[in-house]
């Protein structure tokens, strides 16, 4: 019997969800017959696959902003700016597949420029230095924020991790509008 690449993903992320759903409903004494989504939602936690993506956007950042670890600093590349508002963002270009396998697409040289490059214009803005087009730049740094990093210096990482978790958050938990009746 054979199992697809993607039964296994789901089932990995079924039990990851099964966990933190148990945990959220023992960390405010819920029912379990009590509906999960509003425990979640009040606790701040984030959903199984948007706190994945949480976790890849962050160490993509880290390796945008301080060059580390090396060994994924390679793995992507800013596509150079242009002369346009939208394209002046901080933008990854997305390697070519040559397989049909689907779990390249959740490799970090594939998955991290997709996500990235949904982010917000908030979370993408630009170093405005015209020498920083490309990357990577093989410049080994301490700081927090590299010399070399094609972001703004402005967006501080705990801003960025701020802005992140609510944007994400908002994903997963879209406001709720009231009930209009039509007339």
């Given amino acids: 019997m054979s199992i697809s690449q993607d039964s296994v993903a789901m089932r990995l992320n079924c ?17 379990k017959s009590c509906h999960i989504t509003p425990v979640l939602r009040s606790l701040h936690w984030l959903k199984i696959t948007k706190r994945i993506e949480y976790k890849l956007l962050s160490l993509t950042y880290k390796v945008l902003t301080t060059n580390q670890p090396p060994q994924l600093h390679h793995l992507i590349s800013v596509q150079p700016s242009r002369n346009t508002r939208s394209s002046s963002l901080v933008t990854f270009a997305r390697p070519p597949t040559s397989s049909s396998l689907r779990i390249i697409d959740r490799s970090f040289r594939y998955a991290s420029p997709c996500l990235w490059n949904q982010l917000p214009s908030s979370l993408r803005q630009p170093h405005f230095n015209p020498s920083i087009s490309v990357l990577p730049v093989h410049a080994p740094t301490t700081s927090s924020h590299s010399v070399n990093s094609p ?33």
């Fill in 15 to 31: 039990g990851l969800w099964w966990i933190q759903n148990s945990l959220a409903r023992a960390v405010v004494k819920a029912p």
């Fill in 151 to 183: 972001l703004s210096p402005s967006i501080t990482p705990s801003l960025f991790h701020f802005r992140l978790k609510a944007y994400l958050f908002h994903k997963s938990f879209p406001p709720q509008t009231p009930f209009q009746p039509q007339d």
